[in-house]
């Protein structure tokens, strides 16, 4: 089982990023996928999470209007686009996989940093 983070990076504040997570090794389209982050002294925190079949997200107040979680279950994939970065939006973000009943899995995570 894998699940492996691309697309952090270096961004000033206002632009965007698109992240993604590409699973492989369980049935993608059964899991609930979602993006949490985890700031330097913080607690990980859930940022954004989608049904299997795509249905249903939900978000974190934080970034309500700005993120947009999507996946493609032929691809094995889901994507978080993340519009009008602020400073403290950086983070490291993981990918997680959950199902109920059944193991979940997390990602290594990628870092997106927001500065000037």
């Known amino acids: 089982v894998q699940l492996v983070e691309s697309g952090g990076g270096l961004v000033q504040p206002g632009g965007s990023l698109t992240l993604s997570c590409a699973a492989s090794g369980f049935t993608f389209s059964s899991y609930v996928m979602s993006w949490y982050r985890q700031a330097p002294g913080k607690e990980r925190e859930l940022v954004a999470q989608i049904t299997g079949a795509g249905g249903w997200s939900e978000y974190a107040d934080s970034v309500k209007g700005r993120f947009t979680i999507s996946r493609d279950n032929a691809k094995n994939t889901v994507y978080l686009q993340m519009n009008s970065l602020k400073a403290e939006d950086t983070a490291v973000y993981y990918c997680?996989?959950?199902?109920?009943?059944?193991?979940?899995?997390w990602g290594q995570g990628t870092q997106v940093t927001v500065s000037s």
């Open positions: 997680y996989a959950h199902r109920t009943y059944y193991r979940d899995y």
